[in-house]
């Protein structure tokens, strides 16, 4: 079963997508993020990496993710890139991720590259007020990849809020689950867990 978990930068897609592999355990659960994904930019010096639009569909490998998906789903083994958002590259380190029965997807822009929705078997999107995200990205930000206020400031105003409302937001209509407010939502949470276990029936042997 292939989950896609949606919504803003800040909305709580990872902590939905923890919380689904909290529930169903590590041996059952593969989790994919969007941000692994970005194209590789070494090429270009930092000052010119710095001002890649990273909220902007082209700015993604889909071509490379799908190919994963399409490996984990075949039984295969992939080796998932990671990228340093402080140096806006892709490093040469990779983390080799085994098939799993539930392969879990997470990213703003992932509800609208059409190849990747067709392969969902359960669409979710994040729902959280714009306020919520803007804080919650700007802590992370300045805390976890070195920005300054004003750098975040400016990024969201120039790129991140125009991208959401032309490229992210839309994605809400594939949807199948909307979770108000993220993972701390139980309700919905429930919800999607119940989705997937009545998918998976007795393969769901690890899930608490």
Do not use: W
């Not at 990024?155 to 199948?176: D, N």
């Amino acid at each position: 079963m292939i989950i896609g978990i949606c919504g803003g930068s800040g909305s709580g897609k990872s902590t939905v997508a923890k919380k689904l592999v909290e529930v169903f355990g590590e041996t059952q659960t593969v989790l994919l993020a969007q941000d692994s994904y970005y194209k590789d930019q070494s090429d270009l010096p930092l000052e010119e990496r710095a001002k890649v639009n990273f909220d902007h569909p082209e700015s993604v490998d889909f071509d490379l993710l799908i190919g994963h998906l399409e490996a984990l789903k075949g039984n295969q083994p992939v080796d998932r890139p990671h990228y340093d958002f402080t140096q806006h590259l892709r490093t040469t380190g990779v983390q080799r991720l085994e098939p799993k029965p539930i392969i879990i997807v997470e990213g703003i822009l992932i509800l609208h590259e059409p190849r990747l929705r067709e392969m969902f078997d359960l669409k979710v999107f994040v729902d959280t007020e714009a306020d919520i995200r803007f804080i919650r990205r700007l802590r992370r930000d300045v805390r976890d990849r070195g920005r300054t206020l004003e750098a975040v400031v400016e990024q969201y105003l120039s790129t991140v809020r125009p991208m959401h409302l032309k490229f992210v937001e839309p994605g809400k209509e594939f949807a199948e689950i909307v979770i108000p407010e993220g993972g701390k939502n139980s309700r919905s949470m429930d919800v999607v867990v119940q989705r997937v276990k009545t998918q998976l029936g007795p393969s769901c042997t690890n899930s608490r």
